[in-house]
């Protein structure tokens, strides 16, 4: 699910086309947890056979916008791979734990909430100021997982499944934080594909499950590292040459929406009432925050 960096020079295309690009990088994102939830091997292996297919797809398509995969990196831009790589390893691992445990619904709505814990993490790790309104977003997506919560039990699966997602919310939200403040300076495919090394190394001690995994499991795994992660990230990059990344940001936000009716339609995992309403609120909460920050990104003359 990780979503791409900003790009560093991408040929301009237009607003549609953009768009076009961007939707179908939320769909691809919304049906990652009914792949993972298809695969029998467990979240470690899923997550090694994703990234490891999405190192192939990856180096494929640096090779075709003849981006510089094997460019000269520094020591320092190592560590930060090396960190971001960790922390997109450890995001992927406990969203499929949560889909596993919890159901599709629950656990990408838990991953949902990353916004509200970037927000907090701007403030306490970057020092940064947050607002009123970053506070309203942080609490209305606080009181949309207590919605969606199925029980107050830890011994119920669902709620341990959310607090995974969440858990995946909050990892992802360091990897955003590390991109943001350690990557801006390379290229994004070559981030992508460096990371997923990283991801692929880290995991290497779940080789094991892959190695009898069936046809179909690997054929899912090929979904998830060609189309959800290699090709995702491409559109992503390419939808920000004619979209701006908060307005990019924003239409990816509906990928619970994406998830949840996949997982309705196609398991019959019919979300209560209740979840249905934690999650608009959670939905509500980051498509709000995103046109917020869109609107506060605008200069004063473009508003007119």
């Known amino acids: 699910m990780a979503r791409p960096n900003s790009p560093t020079a991408v040929p301009s295309i237009s607003h549609g086309r953009a768009l076009f690009y961007v939707h179908i990088v ?11 939830h298809l695969i029998t091997a467990d979240a470690p292996a899923i997550t090694l056979g994703r990234a490891l297919c999405a190192v192939l797809t990856l180096i ?3 090779r075709l916008q003849r981006r510089p995969i094997l460019g000269v990196l520094t020591p320092a831009q190592i560590f930060v791979l090396i960190v ?20 599709i619904a629950v656990a990408t709505l838990g991953f949902a909430s990353f916004p509200a814990f970037t927000i907090l993490l701007e403030a306490a790790l ?32 669902g709620t341990i499944g959310l607090g995974w997602g969440v858990l995946s919310g909050l990892c992802f939200a360091l990897l955003a934080l590390g991109n943001r403040r350690g990557t801006v300076s390379m290229d994004p495919i070559q981030v992508a594909c460096w990371q997923n090394v990283v991801v ?3 995991m290497l001690p779940a080789a094991g499950q892959l190695i009898g995994a069936s046809a179909w ?51 019959g995992q019919e979300p209560s009432p209740r979840m249905l309403g934690g999650g608009a609120i959670v ?9 917020r920050r869109s609107v506060a990104k605008t200069p004063q003359s473009q508003k007119k």
């Open 200 to 202: 692929t190394l880290v």
């Open 217 to 267: 499991d690997w054929f899912w795994l090929a979904m998830l590292g060609v189309f959800c992660t290699g090709l995702a990230h491409f559109l992503f990059i390419s939808s920000l040459a004619g979209l701006k990344a908060s307005t990019a940001g924003t239409v990816i936000a509906l990928e619970p929406v994406y998830g949840i009716a996949f997982a309705w339609i196609l398991f």
């Open 84 to 103: 971001t790589g960790c922390l997109l390893a450890a995001h992927w691992v406990t969203f499929f734990q949560g889909v596993k445990t919890g159901g």
């Open 26 to 36: 939320a769909l691809f994102f919304g049906v990652v947890g009914v792949i993972g």
């Open 283 to 291: 939905i509500a909460a980051i498509v709000w925050s995103g046109l």
């Open 126 to 157: 970057l020092r940064e100021p947050t607002r009123r309104a970053e506070w309203l977003t942080v609490a209305l997506v606080t009181l949309g997982l207590i919605l969606v919560t199925p029980a107050f039990n830890f011994a119920n699966e």
């Open 60 to 62: 494929c398509v640096g």
